[in-house]
Nanobody, 115 residues
Framework: QVQLVESGGGLVQPGGSLRLSCAAA????????MGWYRQAPGKERELVAR???????TYADSVKGRFTISRDYVKNTVYLQMNTLKPEDTAVYYC?????????WGQGTQVTVSS
C-alpha cells in the first residue's frame, strides 16, 4: 500500500517554476512534521524543506527565498512551490512524513532543470 503519493515533478527550464504535492494516506496517524528531501546523482539525500505541526518551517540555505513549503492539515498534504529553479536543483525529490513510531517516505519524483 502506497502511503505517500507524490506528484508535480518534471522538466523545466532554468528560472522556471514547479509545484510538488504529496498526499499522505489516511492510514498514517498523528503526523507531526512533513517535508521534502532530494537526492542528486552521486550525492547524499538532503533536506530541502520541512514544516512541523505548528506551521514552523525550515529550509536548506540553497533554496531559501526560492522555495516555499506549505501544508494542508485537513487533507494531510504537503506542497513545495519551487521558483527560480536552477540546474543544481535537478534531483529526485522525496516526500517525508514523521510520526512517533517511524518515518514514511514517498517513491520520489524527478525534477530536471535544463535548457
Amino acid at each position: 500500500q502506497v502511503q505517500l503519493v507524490e506528484s508535480g515533478g518534471g522538466l523545466v527550464q532554468p528560472g522556471g517554476s514547479l509545484r510538488l504535492s504529496c498526499a499522505a494516506a489516511r492510514s498514517i496517524f498523528r503526523i507531526t512534521a512533513m517535508g521534502w528531501y532530494r537526492q542528486a546523482p552521486g550525492k547524499e539525500r538532503e533536506l530541502v524543506a520541512r514544516i512541523n505541526s505548528s506551521g514552523g518551517s525550515t529550509y536548506a540555505d540553497s533554496v531559501k527565498g526560492r522555495f516555499t513549503i506549505s501544508r494542508d492539515y485537513v487533507k494531510n498534504t504537503v506542497y513545495l512551490q519551487m521558483n527560480t529553479l536552477k540546474p543544481e536543483d535537478t534531483a529526485v525529490y522525496y516526500c517525508n512524513a514523521e510520526t512517533a513510531p517511524r518515518d514514511y517516505w514517498g517513491q520520489g519524483t524527478q525534477v530536471t532543470v535544463s535548457s
